[in-house]
């Protein structure tokens, strides 16, 4: 048997997907598979949120609803819930203290995690963010987007490469990422459904359904090696005064 007492990358970025508009569709069925959009129709309001059948169509979070629906006529206008959005928020944030007590919400669809001291209990990390996944599939019946890193600014990086609008329609159910401690490891992300592999930057496993790469694209020199940050940050910081 083999433990595994110390995890070089423990901080998981979990974040929600389409949040709003996904609790809309689960409140009434009969909205989905439709451009489905939170927010008010009215000439000065915005959208909310946009399940991924409309932003398949081009809308998205804080686009104007004048604008929105010139770019989809069908878009169906749904008023926010927030009493429903925080009863789904506690749950989710129970379905993650149930896998580590060291929880730091961001907001009601997106919470960072320390699991370095869940492994022992529930295995490396990114085998801790597909049950995350499944956990929240199987008692919300929502989807997740999880990214796996030593750090908060790379999980939250790979979590964005993870999410369903950056895959190609046949890699659409890919929601985990990870992205490793080092620089080279940073570069690649991979993102399966329920499963991650790691390895080198230069190994790249057959684009399939079920996996699609996806690679970062971090900064190289040594001062934004140790910061974490990308490329084009550490230039502009470097032209500013």
Avoid at 89 to 107: C, D, I, K, M
Avoid at 125 to 144: F, K, M
Wanted: aromatic letters at 6%.
């Amino acid at each position: 048997m083999k433990f595994v007492t110390e995890a070089s990358e423990p901080i998981l970025h979990v974040d929600l997907d389409a949040f709003y508009a996904s609790v809309e569709v689960l409140k009434d069925p009969s909205l989905a598979g439709k451009p489905v959009v939170v927010g008010s129709p009215a000439s000065r309001g915005v959208i909310m949120s946009a399940s991924y059948e409309a932003r398949a169509r081009g809308l998205h979070s804080a686009m104007p609803s004048v604008r929105a629906r010139r770019l989809c006529p069908d878009a169906v206008f749904v008023p926010p819930d927030f009493d429903s959005y925080v009863a789904y928020s506690n749950r989710f944030r129970e379905v993650l203290l149930g896998v580590s007590p060291v929880a730091e919400p961001v907001s009601l669809d997106e919470a960072f995690l320390d699991v370095s001291g869940a492994t022992l209990l529930f295995g490396p990390p990114p085998e801790i963010g597909a049950r995350i996944r499944r956990l929240v599939r199987e008692e919300l019946s929502l989807t997740a987007s999880v990214g796996v890193a030593a750090t908060k600014l790379i999980a939250k990086l790979a979590s964005v490469r993870a999410k369903p609008r950056r895959r190609s329609p046949s890699c659409t159910r890919s929601r985990l990422a990870r992205c490793g401690g080092s620089a080279r490891r940073r570069r690649s992300c991979l993102a399966g459904s329920g499963s991650e592999r790691s390895g080198s930057s230069r190994a790249r496993p057959a684009r399939s359904s079920s996996a699609c790469w996806a690679r970062s694209r971090l900064a190289r020199s040594p001062t934004s090696r140790r910061a974490g940050m990308p490329a084009s940050w550490c230039r502009s910081r470097r032209r500013s005064p």
